[in-house]
């Protein structure tokens, strides 16, 4: 059997979740997984450690990281020790510099301060997970998120705004209108470049758009990268209306890929059935990109808007397979 390269895109619970969707994809399908990964979180445990010390926010690659864990019950054991969370010390008052803090995030930032390099640290936490993938940042410099928002101030709803910082992004009561990285142009990890030009699918989403998705496409040598890449794109929809994404419908978020980055061109776009409601919308979007529109029932079964990696897994094997 054929090994298919993919490269997934995107970062926080999103990303996590397309990934244990294609680790069920193992038993049918052999499949060679990247994870390329946001670097603009500055909330929480990774925006203190930024803020503290430089370097990558450590978050979101070690949910991608865990996500990509291996079996082995050691592996499993070394995965829950890098999600532990510190709590508050019961001495409050003596202070507390490690409550709040995930494992995985202390240990991510010793490493790329003891190697030098992140993509060697991260290559080394892979190592100690036994991961079945790689996962890499989108950009080995740490990025700022910015987005023009109309609508901040419910005083003045048609005053626009520039709102910084990821977590303000993901939390604006305003609509974004413009979004855009602090640098303008980082420069791509060349080792996700590399994976994208091998590729044979890549894909983007579910996730925050604004703070997850879109910012890999404003990486110029990423964006370029993507565009040329022989692989074939597929793009996995949400399942309801974050904050950010206030006032958008799904074909909306289908449309802003191609705002973002005009020559993308997409081949499938997966969407749970539930909540597209009328399919056809989103289905003239989807062709206007390329691409095809899949329903299927890829939502946990208890109503909450969340993907179920298992039903997400089992409606990519025969997309990912086809044509093998």
Request: include cysteine; aromatic fraction near 2%; hydrophobic fraction near 45%.
């Amino acid at each position: 059997m054929s090994v298919t390269r993919v490269v997934a895109f995107g970062g926080g619970h999103g990303l996590a979740t397309s990934l244990r969707a294609l680790r069920h994809c193992a038993p049918e399908l052999d499949l060679d997984i990247t994870a390329v990964v946001t670097v603009g979180d500055d909330g929480g445990s990774s925006g203190r450690l930024r803020a503290e010390r430089g370097g990558l926010p450590p978050g979101d690659l070690r949910q991608a990281l865990v996500a990509l864990a291996g079996d082995h019950p050691a592996t499993r054991r070394s995965a829950g020790l890098f999600q532990h969370r510190f709590a508050q010390a019961s001495d409050a008052a003596a202070g507390d510099g490690l409550a709040g803090h995930a494992v995985g995030n202390l240990v991510l930032c010793g490493l790329m301060e003891l190697l030098g390099d992140p993509v060697a640290a991260l290559d080394h936490a892979g190592a100690m997970l036994g991961t079945v993938g790689r996962v890499l940042p989108m950009s080995c410099q740490p990025v700022g998120i910015e987005a023009q928002v109309r609508g901040v101030d419910p005083d003045r709803p048609a005053e626009i705004r520039t709102v910084r910082g990821q977590h303000q992004v993901a939390v604006t009561t305003g609509r974004v209108e413009g979004l855009r990285l602090n640098p303008v142009a980082p420069e791509p990890c060349p080792q996700a470049v590399a994976a994208v030009h091998a590729a044979d699918w890549l894909i983007f989403g579910p996730g925050s758009w604004y703070t997850s998705v879109l910012p890999h496409l404003l990486v110029p040598g990423l964006a370029a990268a993507i565009v040329a890449s022989p692989a074939r794109r597929l793009v996995t929809l949400n399942l309801a209306v974050e904050k950010e994404t206030l006032g958008l419908s799904l074909a909306d978020h289908l449309a802003a890929l191609r705002w973002y980055l005009p020559e993308l061109k997409v081949d499938l776009v997966v969407a749970d059935g539930g909540a597209v409601g009328d399919p056809a919308p989103v289905a003239r979007t989807a062709e206007s990109l390329g691409a095809r529109l899949v329903l299927a029932p890829i939502a946990v079964p208890d109503g909450t808007p969340r993907h179920d990696p298992v039903a997400l897994g089992a409606a990519l094997v025969p997309v990912l397979g086809a044509d093998r």
